[in-house]
């Protein structure tokens, strides 16, 4: 590769399908690609991808590899079963800020322990707009207040497992109604909004340390008329760089997501993004050897007609260079001006960060055996109430399995032999695992519940709204001869077996009005009908019991499924 061949290798950070690296990844790595994304399909055993990370370093000692491991409703780890950790809502629910900072870091700790080196959590917009399509329940709340703390201490619990953190969706994708994976969200905010809503947990980031922005692909009018924030040097340049003083990486959301790629075509957005100040462009997690060529000559083109200034790039490549140096010499809870900001010592993730090393292939003498965080994973016509979705504490009673007993710090046998092992290939002190399953269940709200509808006596017939997994599935190891169907085969409650109780479960019921209109007819001749709702609380349907759990993660359906059942998993 040329000197420019490379600079504009260290600028693009593609993805690959399969489990092992394709051998163009390998060939890239070697002529000074710096950085890949793994996602869901690259993800098998901890062994698979470890052994994955350690062949990618093999070809570049000085790779950065990511991955978006919220946890919660988006994992790539646990992809196959669920999280086995609450996602970000439960959590503000809770809101328990040093639970939330412990969390993070077991997180850390098991995408350390497979070698992956920055992480694109936590989520920092605030949901302000219940029907949101794709941030919902990965938010930790509506409160601007209360998701600025949470960030930050998300932030410090990456660290302080020697991951690094990057915030997102910059500078908010929380009030929009389109997903930008389909098309291009405006968000219609004033500059006082912006400041007073959408600003405040990117700030809390970057105090807390974060070396790493994702821009999202939303349009800002007050800021940008034109350009979506990552093409739009208004937003990168103005406000990141400017006005909040990130001096750090900025990354761009995914380059292939309609709301950009649409509009400008795959190499058009990628040479706008650069221009407009981004520093590293993921690319696709289907990225190919065709798509890095196409890129590379449109860089070039750019830098020849002036499009993109040389001085850009050699800014960016610089960046990417900076903040792989930061990872190499290990993290430290510092903010963006250096300044520096230690975890609390009463903090339970208290550890010394200074003690982890960047991944190296030679770090693979022990491995994690399992995924597990907790346990044995398994392979607006309503009544008109509304709930407060991140809010302190819980807006209504508990169910009865939520005040379960276990130790949130506690830990199965899978939890144990994963630690010793995290432990042995880094020779570190690693936090003590957190119990998903008991976080879960701190986080179930019932919101409303008629005397005598929970627990459930006898298995039921549940009819499920499009979910990630099934709920019924879960439900039934509990109540075995539990039956399920599709919202989509219930018209009307005929369609429900005789004789049999109903749970009708959903995820951000009010993100589909045809959903709210269809569960509140059948619930409406149903009255006994037990509602579970797996996302943001929003439209009560009615039924005689509304029970929330703040997520769709493997646990937090496990502990809504314990309240309808009254029994509980093994902790």
């Keep these: 590769m040329s000197e420019l061949d490379v600079l504009i290798a260290q600028v693009l950070q593609p993805g690959f399908p399969g489990t092992e690296a394709p051998d163009w990844i390998r060939r890239r790595l070697a002529a000074g690609l710096?950085?890949?994304?793994?996602?869901?399909?690259?993800?098998?055993?901890?062994?698979?991808?470890?052994?994955?990370?350690?062949?990618?370093?093999?070809?570049?000692p000085d790779v950065c590899v990511a991955i978006d491991e919220e946890a919660g409703?988006?994992?790539?780890?646990?992809?196959?079963?669920?999280?086995?950790?609450?996602?970000?809502?439960?959590?503000?629910?809770?809101?328990?800020?040093?639970?939330?900072?412990?969390?993070?870091?077991?997180?850390?700790?098991?995408?350390?322990?497979?070698?992956?080196?920055?992480?694109?959590?936590?989520?920092?917009?605030?949901?302000?707009?219940?029907?949101?399509?794709?941030?919902?329940?990965?938010?930790?709340?509506?409160?601007?207040?209360?998701?600025?703390?949470?960030?930050?201490?998300?932030?410090?619990?990456?660290?302080?497992?020697?991951?690094?953190?990057?915030?997102?969706?910059?500078?908010?994708?929380g009030d929009t109604i389109i997903d930008s994976h389909h098309g291009l969200p405006t968000v219609n905010a004033s500059r006082t909004d912006l400041d007073r809503i959408m600003l405040p947990p990117f700030r809390a980031a970057i105090d807390a340390g974060a070396r790493a922005m994702m821009i999202a692909h939303i349009l800002l009018p007050t800021l940008d008329a034109e350009h979506p924030a990552s093409v739009s040097p208004?937003?990168?340049?103005?406000?990141?760089?400017?006005?909040?003083?990130?001096?750090?990486?900025?990354?761009?959301?995914?380059?292939?997501?309609?709301?950009?790629?649409?509009?400008?075509?795959?190499?058009?957005?990628?040479?706008?993004?650069?221009?407009?100040?981004?520093?590293?462009?993921?690319?696709?997690?289907?990225?190919?050897?065709?798509?890095?060529?196409?890129?590379?000559?449109?860089?070039?083109?750019?830098?020849?007609?002036?499009?993109?200034?040389?001085?850009?790039?050699?800014?960016?490549?610089?960046?990417?260079?900076?903040?792989?140096?930061?990872?190499?010499?290990?993290?430290?809870?510092?903010?963006?001006?250096?300044?520096?900001?230690?975890?609390?010592?009463?903090?339970?993730?208290?550890?010394?960060?200074?003690?982890?090393?960047?991944?190296?292939?030679?770090?693979?003498?022990?491995?994690?055996?399992?995924?597990?965080?907790?346990?044995?994973?398994?392979?607006?016509?309503?009544?008109?109430?509304s709930a407060s979705p991140g809010s302190s504490g819980s807006s209504g009673s508990s169910g009865s399995s939520g005040s379960s007993g276990s130790s949130e710090t506690g830990a199965s046998t899978d939890e144990a032999q994963t630690s010793s092992a995290i432990a042995s290939a880094k020779s570190v002190s690693i936090p003590t695992p957190i119990n998903?399953?008991?976080?879960?269940?701190?986080?179930?709200?019932?919101?409303?519940?008629?005397?005598?509808?929970?627990?459930?006596t006898q298995p039921p017939h549940v009819v499920e709204a499009d979910l990630p997994r099934s709920f019924a599935d879960r439900l039934g190891e509990l109540l075995p001869g539990t039956t399920r169907a599709s919202l989509t085969e219930v018209a009307v409650a005929a369609d429900v077996p005789a004789g049999r109780p109903l749970v009708v479960v959903v995820r951000g019921i009010q993100r589909r009005p045809e959903d709210v209109e269809q569960v509140v007819a059948l619930v409406k001749e149903r009255p006994d009908a037990v509602v579970v709702e797996l996302g943001v609380p929003s439209v009560d349907p009615g039924g005689a019991a509304w029970v929330v759990s703040h997520g769709a993660s493997l646990v937090c359906v496990k502990a809504a499924a314990e309240v309808i059942a009254g029994k509980k998993f093994p902790s």
């Excluded at 998903?436 to 627990?455: D, F, N, Q, W």
């Design 34 to 60: 710096g950085s890949v994304i793994l996602f869901a399909p690259n993800i098998g055993t901890p062994d698979q991808v470890r052994a994955l990370t350690d062949a990618l370093r093999a070809e570049n």
């Design 73 to 173: 409703d988006v994992t790539r780890l646990d992809h196959a079963t669920g999280s086995t950790f609450p996602g970000n809502l439960a959590l503000g629910t809770l809101d328990d800020v040093e639970l939330t900072e412990a969390v993070a870091c077991a997180i850390g700790a098991r995408v350390r322990a497979v070698g992956i080196d920055l992480n694109y959590a936590p989520v920092a917009d605030v949901n302000n707009e219940p029907r949101n399509p794709v941030i919902g329940a990965r938010s930790f709340g509506a409160d601007p207040a209360l998701v600025a703390r949470h960030v930050a201490a998300s932030v410090r619990g990456l660290h302080a497992a020697g991951v690094a953190a990057c915030a997102k969706h910059f500078p908010g994708h």
């Design 234 to 385: 208004a937003v990168i340049d103005g406000l990141l760089r400017n006005e909040l003083g990130f001096d750090g990486l900025a990354v761009s959301d995914g380059i292939a997501m309609a709301a950009v790629k649409a509009r400008y075509g795959l190499a058009g957005a990628t040479v706008r993004a650069l221009a407009a100040g981004i520093d590293l462009v993921c690319v696709d997690k289907d990225s190919t050897d065709d798509d890095m060529a196409e890129l590379t000559s449109a860089i070039t083109a750019a830098l020849r007609d002036g499009t993109l200034p040389e001085a850009r790039l050699v800014e960016a490549a610089g960046r990417v260079a900076e903040f792989a140096a930061w990872l190499k010499t290990g993290l430290t809870c510092t903010s963006s001006n250096n300044s520096s900001k230690p975890t609390s010592s009463t903090s339970p993730t208290s550890i010394n960060s200074n003690s982890f090393n960047r991944p190296t292939s030679s770090d693979s003498s022990a491995k994690p055996t399992s995924f597990t965080s907790s346990g044995s994973p398994n392979s607006s016509t309503g009544s008109g109430s």
């Design 436 to 456: 998903g399953l008991a976080v879960a269940r701190r986080a179930i709200s019932v919101l409303r519940a008629e005397p005598t509808a929970l627990p459930l």
